[in-house]
């Protein structure tokens, strides 16, 4: 089953606008990841945020997470044509860390 | 570092010909994990190993499929008899901590 379930499905933006992404999750969690897919790739590795983190920066990516909600949200500023990708958050649960259960994506078109 | 390798990239084969996936992790890394990936179902997770050992396999769909760890280098994944409903994308991912590195998948199509 899957823990985590991406908000919007798709989303398509201009270049240079920002694009924000949900996750929600269900059960308790460790740490939340994000992954960025392009098209006939794999998953590579954004960020991770940890469960007693609120929020977390990485260049032009943020990350928050609200456990009370259990949501977390991806933030990238000052979007480019290169972002255009498929962005999964995974959560791994506090019995086994280091297996990770992935959320059904979200597509972004960047438009140029 | 050359990153997880795994070959074939592509695999086209016939209903009930056997399928084996082969997969090259990180060097050093002690967790394997194989996914599958389809437009209908997402992205699963099929079984994982640490230190070569299978840790969980409840996202093994059937029989049909079987995965091994020799060696701390290399893990096949194994589907026999292939069957058109296991075409999908398989991913291979290796890690030694929480962040997980994939491989570039193998398509699989079975006609």
């Known amino acids: 089953s899957q823990q985590g379930e991406e908000d919007p499905q798709a989303l398509s933006i201009q270049e240079g606008e920002n694009a924000t992404m949900n996750c929600s999750y269900k059960?308790?969690?460790?740490?939340l990841q994000w992954y960025r897919q392009n098209s006939g790739r794999g998953l590579v590795h954004l960020i991770l945020?940890?469960?007693?983190?609120r929020e977390k920066h990485s260049g032009r990516l943020r990350v928050t997470l609200d456990t009370s909600k259990k949501s977390s949200s991806l933030l990238i500023t000052a979007s480019r044509a290169a972002d255009t990708a498929s962005y999964f958050c995974?959560?791994?649960?506090?019995?086994?860390?280091?297996?990770?259960?992935f959320g059904s994506g979200t597509r972004l078109l960047v438009r140029p | 570092d050359a990153g997880v390798i795994q070959s074939p990239r592509h695999e086209v084969t016939e209903m009930g010909q056997e399928v084996t996936l082969r997969c090259k992790p990180i060097?050093?890394?002690?967790?394997l994990f194989w996914y599958r990936q389809t437009m209908m179902r997402g992205l699963e997770l099929l079984i994982y190993?640490?230190?070569?050992?299978?840790?969980?396999d409840s996202g093994m769909p059937e029989d049909r499929f079987s995965a091994k760890m020799p060696n701390a280098s290399f893990s096949t994944l194994k589907i026999q008899p292939s069957e058109p409903r296991d075409s999908a994308v398989y991913f291979c991912?290796?890690?030694?901590?929480?962040?997980?590195?994939f491989g570039p998948g193998t398509r699989l199509t079975v006609l």
């Open positions: 945020i940890r469960s007693n983190e």
């Open positions: 995974a959560t791994a649960d506090g019995d086994s860390s280091y297996k990770l259960i």
């Open positions: 059960t308790s969690i460790n740490n």
């Open positions: 190993f640490n230190n070569n050992v299978p840790i969980d």
């Open positions: 991912a290796s890690s030694s901590r929480y962040t997980q590195y």
């Open positions: 060097s050093g890394h002690d967790y």
